[in-house]
């Protein structure tokens, strides 16, 4: 599918591949090469040891001694400074150095190193969303959860724009006594806004983390920017831009450069927010393929995270549509895919013979007339016709504007961008340099057929403007990454999908010529979008609920997600298919319904050791996940599906065809009215037999009561289905917990 370069390391077969969260414009070409150094034969790797637990290694300087003291004695001196790249306090027992392969073996030799391993390399995977969202000024969830007041929201990143308007204080109170970091910028810069900010990227510690990519404004604005009027890109997407908590503070960490992010430095990331003290981490980078938590910088930063309370929420990739992509999967994360808001920038291909077929473009020059002009169809190797509109099929994520500017550069009129059927009907917003048009797979199989059958083909471009009320939306973005999960296929993931198509947010340089720095904004897309949206929403749920743990949050935006679209239809995919649940996980973010759950699912910190032990890690890695000594042989493991997870998934590839009967086991917690009822309504799924529910009622009579029920499933011989949904509701009589069931059948790469 990418064309994109792959960097090898040994740890990870294939490598970074496409810059997974962002699609549009700014990604790097290639991979990086961040982990070696040009100059010499030196590499990062990350060492983790064994604990010290002599108590006078408790301040940050005795353990950065401890660390040193497995460096080679050849790097001894100032030479050591050089070489140590970050200590680590929270993530992990280690550290992360520039070694030689050879210093590197040798220090796996030492007694106390548990692991040696060159570092992986991850990559980088509005105006409207809150208002599609349902969030509105002076009233529901932003008045009830006072718009993010007191939260702070950690984005690790390519760092921030801080005087951009977006980062604005007004409002905004300073920061909770419990904040302890700090500000790399001058102090102009930071505000209470902006409340933390700092690099990991660079040979210096207090570097100020400028963000030259564009993608952590975009971002980190989306979870919490301020109110910025007027906010537009070519005068199109135009309104009052705002993230998702307006009030909430943030706190940027940049781990991520153009080339890539690099394992060192998001464990640093994750190290340095936990020591702050923040409450939601927002992660839009990972790997393109998924990887075994023990070796994935995401999974074991965010386990870290979750032990102290902190909730971590994470872009699925953008990896789709093919099954078993999917990343950033482990349980103690949100996954959170990407679909399409109800906002089109429109534009509108009338062909000689009248037929029109709409599609998308951020460019829309005022100036262009809708008028007629001879039609032909371009291959893109020289073959671009002056004076003509140009149909190019959009091969390349990337080069879809540079397309442009060869037809541009050859004379031509205008292009028409015809989607592979991959992409189908998922089209960009782009900013193109000519009159441009980018329509479906559909639509450009008829303007194709309609060039070859007409004797003199015309046609004309109508730009329609910024319009609403999409008929189709939220529908699954073709990118998004789908499960099943491969790393755990027992646990649902993407968790949810969320706003991650055409979304505009602050960037760090105009794309339009028309305003400042500080008022620039960007349309882009990926899940990385969708993801800090959910971050937002945590912010807001966990700024109504202080008390609810990283679990709780997750369940109350899980059971409450919506499965139907906003004309009662099911959600549909790039395809205009009825979507997978493997591709929206439970559904779409219903933000007003998820302050108010009813009953939560509460994954409890010390079921992660006997889950992780079911997925049959060794000790040693479940150990270095958990930071601590664990030994599966005296514990009782359980399969992953056991997890108490807010969703259900049977894989029967990986369970084995022969297993019929699977018992599931929950326990819910009940979170609204001390006296409540809730019976279980069953949602019949395809390929399963029978389901029953025991008890088939719970009968709460105290806040915080937990009770728990267990599922039977039995499975048909020979479901015809590849993979299939449903779930088991709980409804009393002011909530409707919804606990959906994902099955898969068989394998399939799912194209
Ligand atoms: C502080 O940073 C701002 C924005 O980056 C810059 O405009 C200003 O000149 C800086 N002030 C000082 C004193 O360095
Ligand atoms: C966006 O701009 C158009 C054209 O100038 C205008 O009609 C519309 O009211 C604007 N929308 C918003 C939300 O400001
Ligand atoms: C979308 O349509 C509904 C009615 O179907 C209308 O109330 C609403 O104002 C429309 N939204 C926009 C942004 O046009
Ligand atoms: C921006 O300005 C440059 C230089 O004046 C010009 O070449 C370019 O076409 C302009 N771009 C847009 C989108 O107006
Ligand atoms: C979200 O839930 C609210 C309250 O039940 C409902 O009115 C609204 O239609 C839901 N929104 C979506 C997108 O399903
Ligand atoms: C199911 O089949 C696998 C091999 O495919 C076998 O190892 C296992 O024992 C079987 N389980 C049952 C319950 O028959
Ligand atoms: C599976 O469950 C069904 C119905 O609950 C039962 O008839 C059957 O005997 C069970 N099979 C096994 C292998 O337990
Ligand atoms: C579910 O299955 C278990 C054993 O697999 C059995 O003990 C239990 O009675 C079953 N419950 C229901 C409601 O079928
Ligand atoms: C419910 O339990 C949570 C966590 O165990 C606790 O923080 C909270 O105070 C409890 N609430 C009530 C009303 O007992």
Not at 393 to 401: I, K, L, P
Not at 674 to 696: F, L, M, T, W
Request: aromatic share 8%; charged share 15%; with cysteine.
């Amino acid at each position: 599918m990418e064309e994109q370069k792959c960097r090898s390391s040994p740890t990870t077969w294939t490598i970074v591949i496409l810059s997974l969260i962002c699609i549009l414009g700014v990604c790097p070409a290639n991979g990086a090469s961040a982990g070696a150094d040009a100059s010499s034969s030196l590499s990062t790797y990350v060492i983790e040891v064994r604990k010290p637990t002599d108590k006078h290694l408790a301040t940050i300087e005795d353990l950065d001694t401890f660390y040193r003291s497995f460096l080679p004695a050849t790097t001894a001196g100032s030479n050591q400074e050089q070489r140590m790249v970050h200590s680590y306090r929270h993530v992990l027992s280690g550290f992360a150095a520039k070694l030689t392969a050879e210093e590197a073996k040798a220090i796996g030799e030492k007694d106390g190193v548990l692991d040696v391993r060159p570092e992986t390399v991850l990559s980088l995977h509005t105006t409207h969303a809150p208002d599609y969202l349902g969030l509105r000024r002076g009233v529901g969830l932003w008045e009830d959860s006072n718009y993010g007041k007191g939260v702070i929201i950690a984005v690790l990143d390519t760092g921030i724009l801080p005087e951009h308007l977006s980062f604005s204080d007004e409002g905004v109170p300073p920061p909770p006594a419990k904040w302890k970091g700090h500000c790399n910028f001058n102090r102009t810069s930071c505000n209470n806004k902006l409340i933390g900010a700092r690099s990991f990227t660079g040979s210096s510690s207090s570097a100020a983390p400028y963000d030259d990519v564009g993608h952590g404004t975009h971002v980190t604005s989306t979870a919490a920017g301020a109110f910025v009027k007027d906010a537009s890109v070519f005068g199109l997407a135009n309104g009052t831009a705002v993230g998702i908590a307006p009030l909430a503070h943030l706190a940027a960490y940049k781990v991520c450069t153009a080339d890539g992010c690099s394992e060192s430095a998001i464990l640093a990331g994750f190290d340095a927010a936990i020591e702050d003290g923040v409450d939601v981490i927002s992660v839009s980078l990972g790997s393109l393929v998924p990887l075994k938590f023990p070796s994935d910088p995401v999974a074991r930063g965010a386990f870290a995270a979750t032990e102290k309370g902190i909730f971590v929420s994470c872009s699925a990739g953008n990896s789709g549509p093919p099954s078993y992509m999917v990343s950033n999967g482990a349980p103690w994360v949100l996954t959170v895919g990407a679909s399409s808001t109800d906002r089109t920038i429109k534009a509108t291909v009338r062909l000689g013979n009248g037929q029109e077929f709409d599609g998308e473009t951020l460019y829309q020059p005022r100036d262009f007339e809708p008028a007629q002009h001879p039609l032909a169809f371009s291959r893109g190797y020289g073959d671009d016709a002056p004076g003509k509109v140009n149909v190019r099929d959009s091969r390349f994520r990337y080069v879809r504007v540079k397309q442009g500017q060869e037809i541009k550069d050859a004379g031509g009129v205008a292009m028409i961008l015809a989607n592979d059927p991959y992409s189908g009907y998922t089209t960009f917003a782009e900013p193109h340099v000519l009159p441009a048009v980018e329509v479906s797979y559909v639509a450009g199989t008829e303007i194709k057929k309609y060039i070859e059958t007409a004797s003199a083909p015309m046609a004309a471009i109508l730009f329609k403007g910024t319009q609403f009320n999409g008929s189709f939306a939220p529908a699954v973005a073709f990118f998004s990454s789908r499960g099943p999960n491969s790393i755990s296929p027992g646990i649902l993931k993407p968790d949810i999908i969320g706003p991650g198509l055409n979304i505009l947010a602050g960037w760090t340089s105009p794309v339009d010529n028309s305003t400042d720095k500080k008022r620039a904004f960007n349309v882009i897309s990926g899940t990385s979008m969708s993801c800090p949206h959910l971050s937002g929403v945590v912010a807001l749920l966990k700024s109504a609920h202080p008390d609810w743990s990283p679990a709780a949050i997750k369940s109350a935006i899980l059971t409450t997600a919506a499965t139907s679209n906003a004309k009662g239809q099911p959600i549909v995919d790039e395809a205009r298919r009825p979507a997978s649940i493997f591709a929206t996980g439970v559904g779409h973010v219903n933000v007003s319904k998820a302050v108010d759950p009813g009953l939560i699912y509460d994954t409890e910190l010390t079921d992660y050791v006997p889950y992780l032990c079911g997925l049959n890690y060794n000790d040693e890695d479940v150990s270095l996940i958990v930071g601590k000594e664990v030994s599966c042989s005296s514990i009782e493991s359980i399969p992953d599906y056991q997890l108490n997870y807010p969703s259900i998934t049977l894989n029967f590839v990986h369970l084995g065809s022969n297993v019929s009967n699977v018992s599931v086991k929950r326990t819910v917690r009940n979170v609204g009215p001390a006296n409540s009822r809730y019976k279980s309504v069953i949602e019949p799924i395809a390929g399963i037999g029978s389901i029953n529910v025991s008890p088939g009622e719970l009968v709460f009579t105290k806040a915080n009561e937990t009770l728990s029920y267990t599922v039977n499933f039995t499975r048909k011989a020979s479901p015809q289905a590849v993979d299939a949904q449903g779930s088991i509701t709980w409804v009393s009589a002011q909530h409707s917990v919804r606990t959906a069931v994902a099955v898969s059948f068989k394998w399939s790469w799912g194209l």
